[in-house]
C-alpha cells in the first residue's frame, strides 16, 4: 500500500482516510481487515461489528444486545432460585412432619 492511498487532499486540508493506533498514536495507522481493525505495530485490534441477516435486531445498540442477554441471564438465576427455594421449603415440611411423629 502506497503512502498516498493514507491520506486524501481536499483543497488545501489533508485528512486521514484510516483510523490511527489509539496506543501508538497518530501516524500509525490500523490495517483494515474484513472482519477487524488491527495494528502491525502494537497488535491491537478493534473488531467490526457483524450483521446477520437472519437477524432483526441488527440495528440495536450492542450494549443493549449485552443487557438483553444479562436480564435473561438474571431471569435463569432467579427462576433456579424460586426452585432450589421450592424444594428445600417442601423438604423442611417433610422434616417438622417426621418430628411430629
Request: charged residues 45%.
Amino acid at each position: 500500500m502506497k503512502k498516498r492511498e493514507l491520506f486524501k487532499l481536499e483543497g488545501t486540508n489533508i485528512t486521514r482516510t484510516r483510523k490511527h493506533c489509539p496506543k501508538c498514536g497518530p501516524g500509525v495507522f490500523l490495517a483494515e481487515h474484513k472482519d477487524r481493525l488491527s495494528c502491525g505495530k502494537c497488535g491491537y485490534t478493534e473488531f467490526k461489528g457483524r450483521a446477520r441477516k437472519d437477524d432483526s435486531s441488527s440495528n440495536t445498540d450492542p450494549s443493549e444486545k449485552l443487557k438483553e442477554g444479562q436480564t435473561k441471564e438474571k431471569e435463569i438465576q432467579n427462576k433456579k432460585t424460586d426452585e432450589h427455594m421450592e424444594d428445600n421449603k417442601e423438604s423442611k415440611d417433610v422434616e417438622k412432619e417426621n418430628k411430629k411423629e
